[in-house]
């Protein structure tokens, strides 16, 4: 039996027999596949008796609670989902700070075409963000992450590279997903490299970065600006409004709206693509993003 937490577009009901609607406490023990967000988890697996997979419509998983799966459980993340949607929403975010876009004052603007950009986690957004890059400005891609997709990187690091490598760069996108490697990635001794006029731009998650350190780049260079799309955490609630980097000139930022929270159809699509993943693992025994949890616990 596979539920799902979510009401799905009906594609998805024509992919797998998934049961979404009055979903009773006997379907949540019988269950032996759930579709669920992260934050859900923890109300639902005490009580999944015979689940085996578990599949997020989340790209990311750093919330989901790794302490309550059992052995031979399995949990798949819906990584790629929101690529495009959120690639698109880090070229605004550069193009802003590069333009000076809704700054009040005459500002410096910044060139992005022939220029290097570094793009931090090379996976679907990541690789995204490399092609609009390459093809749309004529940048330079250097890429640092574990691994890599697509084909439009000039010059491929590991993690352990990228304090050699960020001062090269004129653009910086972090994408990374938030695990025990690299929380607090970005710190007062990495980000002390970057050029005097570079662009930071974040739509992975905000823990990659410590705050308290970018806030102290940002005012000891002025000329670097930092854009994000996600914030500090707290109790799981975003620091969106209080942050402090909101006191600066050089900093701007979006109430995680990238993916899917603003858009429907960005939504709809995410739900369907871990649909499929549901049916390839039904009808090939095994599905992509398959989540290590090593890298989590």
């Known amino acids: 039996m596979i539920i799902s937490t979510v009401k799905?577009?009906?594609?998805c009901k024509r992919l797998i027999p998934v049961k979404d609607e009055g979903i009773t406490e006997d379907d949540i023990k019988n269950a032996e596949i759930i579709m669920l967000w992260p934050s859900q988890a923890r109300e639902i697996l005490p009580k999944a008796e015979k689940v085996k997979i578990i599949q997020t419509f989340s790209a990311g998983v750093d919330d989901f609670p790794f302490e309550l799966l059992k052995k031979n459980q399995m949990l798949y993340s819906n990584a790629g989902a929101y690529s495009i949607s959120v690639a698109e929403h880090a070229f605004a975010l550069i193009l802003a700070l590069a333009k000076g876009v809704g700054v009040k004052k005459r500002v410096e603007t910044y060139p992005l075409n022939n220029s290097t950009i570094l793009i931090l986690g090379a996976g679907g957004i990541g690789s995204e963000i490399a092609k609009i890059a390459k093809l749309g400005f004529n940048m330079y891609v250097l890429g640092?992450?574990?691994?890599?997709?697509?084909?439009?990187?000039?010059?491929?690091?590991?993690?352990?590279?990228l304090e050699k490598v960020i001062g090269r760069a004129d653009v910086i996108v972090d994408t990374l997903p938030l695990n025990k490697e690299t929380r607090g990635i970005l710190n007062y001794s990495v980000l002390s490299k970057v050029r005097e006029k570079c662009i930071i731009v974040?739509?992975?998650?905000?823990?990659?970065?410590?705050?308290?350190?970018?806030?102290?780049?940002?005012?000891?260079k002025p000329g670097v600006r930092f854009g994000t799309d996600v914030f500090w955490r707290t109790d799981g609630k975003e620091n969106?409004?209080?942050?402090?980097?909101?006191?600066?000139?050089?900093?701007?930022?979006?109430?995680?709206?990238?993916?899917?929270?603003?858009?429907?159809r960005v939504l709809i699509n995410a739900l369907i693509q871990a649909c499929k993943n549901v049916y390839r693992i039904l009808n090939e025994g095994e599905g992509e993003n398959k989540v290590k949890i090593e890298d989590y616990i």
Do not use: Q
């Open 8 to 11: 799905l577009p009906e594609e």
């Open 144 to 161: 640092v992450s574990r691994s890599f997709k697509g084909t439009h990187y000039d010059e491929k690091y590991s993690l352990k590279d």
């Open 202 to 220: 974040n739509v992975g998650r905000a823990e990659t970065i410590v705050e308290d350190d970018i806030y102290k780049v940002l005012k000891e």
């Open 240 to 264: 969106f409004s209080t942050s402090k980097l909101w006191e600066l000139e050089n900093f701007i930022g979006t109430p995680h709206i990238a993916g899917a929270t603003a858009n429907e």
